[in-house]
């Protein structure tokens, strides 16, 4: 988990309004992940990134954006077309090349009102 | 499309009983992945299996990819209190990057 950060760790914003959650990581990682967690289910991926510039879609992405411009950064904006925003974000990074090993961030939570 | 599967959804266990958890897909993964997440935490890397049949052991966890690759299982040997958490399992299919997730058993010990 060390070396992946996200912040901030509690988000509140009103309905209507776009949000980025930060995600960083100093591991040298290509590969990045961004996953939505609602209460007591497992994780849902929204979009994922293996290299620099690139992403693909992952389940769940309608009303969510990325972007891949840096390697160490994959924020992810939530907006105003997401029907259901509130739930816990995490974000992930593996090295890549073979070895997919995940090492999640804290998360963040966001609330919507 | 791809789903991954979990039972039991909730498991008791008193201090000391063991534990097993199963993880089903709908089809054949490339390789499985473990992982442990402590309540309010985020989720932390246990294990990756690659090989059909494949058993690998870390101290009283033992885990299993199932011979079609398909199934997975994790089992815990004389469960402590340090042992509560959510046990997730996440398969990556053929031809892919992403992984899915299982829908996790939350194990509690009772001491």
């Known amino acids: 988990d060390g070396g992946i950060t996200q912040s901030p760790k509690y988000l509140f914003r009103k309905e209507g309004q776009n949000v980025t959650l930060s995600c960083e990581q100093n591991l040298n990682h290509d590969a990045m992940y961004w996953y939505r967690q609602d209460p007591g289910q497992g994780l849902r991926l929204i979009y994922y990134?293996?290299?620099?510039?690139?992403?693909q879609k992952g389940d769940i992405a309608e009303g969510y954006s990325v972007s891949r411009e840096k390697k160490e950064s994959f924020p992810l904006t939530v907006t105003s077309a997401q029907k259901n925003p509130t739930a816990f974000y995490l974000c992930?990074?593996?090295?890549?090349?073979?070895?997919?090993?995940?090492?999640f961030g804290p998360g963040t939570r966001l609330t919507v009102t | 499309g791809q789903q991954v599967m979990q039972i039991p959804q909730y498991q008791h266990v008193q201090e000391g009983e063991d534990f097993t958890t199963y993880c089903n897909s709908s089809?054949?993964?490339?390789?499985i992945q473990w992982y442990k997440q402590r309540p309010g935490g985020h989720p932390v890397f246990l294990i990756q299996l690659v090989k059909s049949g494949e058993v690998k052991k870390q101290k009283r966890l033992t885990f299993q990819f199932g011979e079609a690759k398909k199934n997975s299982s994790l089992h815990i040997t004389a469960t402590q209190t340090t042992d509560v958490g959510t046990y997730f399992c996440?398969?990556?299919?053929?031809?892919?990057?992403?992984?899915?997730f299982g829908t996790g058993t939350r194990l509690k010990v009772l001491a």
């Open positions: 990134s293996q290299i620099v510039n690139d992403f």
């Open positions: 089809t054949t993964l490339s390789n």
């Open positions: 996440a398969g990556q299919g053929s031809g892919t990057y992403k992984y899915i």
């Open positions: 992930a990074s593996s090295p890549g090349q073979g070895s997919y090993e995940q090492y």
